[in-house]
Nanobody, 123 residues
């Protein structure tokens, strides 16, 4: 399994970005997926997760309705639409595949990780 994240960039406060994660392999639709982020000097934190079918989603409290996670199982793609971005959202964002089908915020429940894409939000 390989995960390739893309779509990061530099925006100003209030801007939007859409992150994408392309997954290899035929089993993409059998697993939950998630997004995490890591700022310099900090631990990797949970951002959002989505169940195998795309119906069930879960977000970190700091998202506050600004982000939307989605997936296209026909295309083996995971997305994170990020709106109303703030400087504190600056981090490297990682997509990950869960070990099971149900969305989870626990980092230890993910076994495959993408390489990360940088998001920088300036004030």
């Amino acid at each position: 399994v390989q995960l390739q994240a893309s779509g990061g960039g530099s925006v100003t406060t209030g801007g939007s970005l859409r992150l994408s994660c392309a997954a290899s392999g035929s089993s993409f639709s059998s697993y939950a997926m998630g997004w995490f982020r890591q700022a310099p000097g900090k631990e990797r934190d949970f951002v959002a997760a989505i169940g195998w079918s795309g119906v069930s989603t879960y977000y970190a409290n700091f998202v506050e309705g600004r982000f939307t996670i989605s997936r296209d199982n026909a295309k083996n793609m995971l997305y994170l639409q990020m709106n109303s971005l703030k400087p504190e959202d600056t981090a490297v964002y990682y997509c990950a595949r869960a070990k099971g089908t149900y969305r989870t915020s626990s980092r230890r429940e993910y076994d495959y990780w993408g390489q990360g894409t940088q998001v920088t939000v300036s004030s």
